[in-house]
C-alpha cells in the first residue's frame, strides 16, 4: 500500500518545483481545480492546463491533451479526476518524464501510485497540494 513521503521530502518537492501539469482542470472558476491552480500560480508556479476538452487558455496558459504535449518540463503532476481514472494520468505523466505525481484529496489509486513509483516519481495521494504548500512553505514559493 502506498505511503506518502514525508514532510521534510514534500517541502523540498513544493520547493523546488517550478512547472505544475493540472490534469483536469476546469475552465469554470467555481470549481476545486480552477481555483487551486488559480492559487498555484499566485504562489509562483507555472501551470500547464491537461484537459483535452478545453478549447482555449485557462488561467492565461494554453491548455494541453496529454502531459506528454508539454515541451516544457514539467516538476509535478497535480491530478484532479477520479480514482479510477488514474491509471493512463500516471502512465502520461512517467511518458512525459514527470519528476512527481500528486493526486489530489480524495483521489485514491494504488496502481497509478505503483506504476510512477516504479518509474522513479515521487507519489503523494490523496492530499491538497493548496494546503500542504500554505503548511509547509507558509504560502510562499
Excluded at 110 to 115: D, K, L, N, P, R
Excluded at 118 to 139: P, Y
Aim: hydrophobic content about 45%; some cysteine; charged content about 25%.
Amino acid at each position: 500500500m502506498h505511503q506518502n513521503p514525508d514532510q521534510k521530502t514534500i517541502r523540498r518537492l513544493l520547493k523546488e518545483a517550478k512547472h505544475i501539469a493540472v490534469v483536469g482542470l476546469s475552465d469554470k472558476p467555481d470549481r476545486t481545480s480552477h481555483m487551486i491552480a488559480k492559487a498555484l500560480q499566485q504562489a509562483g508556479y507555472r501551470i500547464f492546463p491537461v484537459n483535452p476538452m478545453l478549447d482555449g487558455p485557462v488561467l492565461g496558459e494554453r491548455p494541453y491533451a496529454s502531459v506528454q504535449e508539454i515541451e516544457d518540463e514539467v516538476d509535478i503532476v497535480d491530478v484532479f479526476r477520479r480514482s479510477e481514472h488514474c491509471v493512463p494520468v500516471a502512465e502520461d505523466a512517467v511518458a512525459a518524464g514527470a519528476g512527481a505525481i500528486w493526486f489530489q484529496e480524495g483521489v485514491i489509486n494504488e496502481e497509478a501510485a505503483e506504476i510512477a513509483e516504479e518509474a522513479g516519481l515521487t507519489v503523494v495521494m490523496d492530499r491538497c497540494i493548496k494546503v500542504d504548500h500554505a503548511l509547509l512553505l507558509g504560502g510562499k514559493g
